[in-house]
């Protein structure tokens, strides 16, 4: 079973920056693609960024704009630079495959990291 460690997380003001980081304990180029996930208190967990082994990326139109996902496949790393952060970007964040994986459909999660935004 994948294990996977978030990490970077913290408290920031509305319109800074943060810099998320994703270890893999597997190959993540194993998997169709990686995602990252957000969930906030009283909220379904939603995708919010994603990337395929073909390096397509694609965003939540509520992170558009001002969320980059990356990977560095040596590294088993996946990474997500959120910037102009909001308020509404608050929320508990996961990284994991894509929904149809096999690491998604495992249910396993990591401890995810907390991100904080402060109007």
């Known amino acids: 079973q994948v294990q996977l460690v978030e990490s970077g997380g913290g408290l920031v003001q509305a319109g800074g920056s943060l810099r998320l980081s994703c270890v893999a304990s597997r190959s993540i180029s194993s998997v169709n693609g990686m995602g990252w996930y957000r969930q906030s208190p009283g909220k379904q967990r939603e995708l919010v960024a994603l990337m395929t082994v073909s390096d397509f990326t694609n965003y939540a139109d509520s992170v558009k704009g001002r969320f980059t996902i990356s990977r560095d496949r040596v590294k088993n790393t996946v990474y997500l630079q959120m910037n102009n952060l909001k308020p509404e970007d608050t929320a508990v964040y996961y990284c994991?495959?894509?929904?149809?994986?096999?690491?998604?459909?495992?249910?396993?999660w990591g401890q995810g990291t907390q991100v904080t935004v402060a109007s």
């Open positions: 994991n495959g894509l929904p149809e994986s096999p690491w998604y459909r495992s249910g396993y």
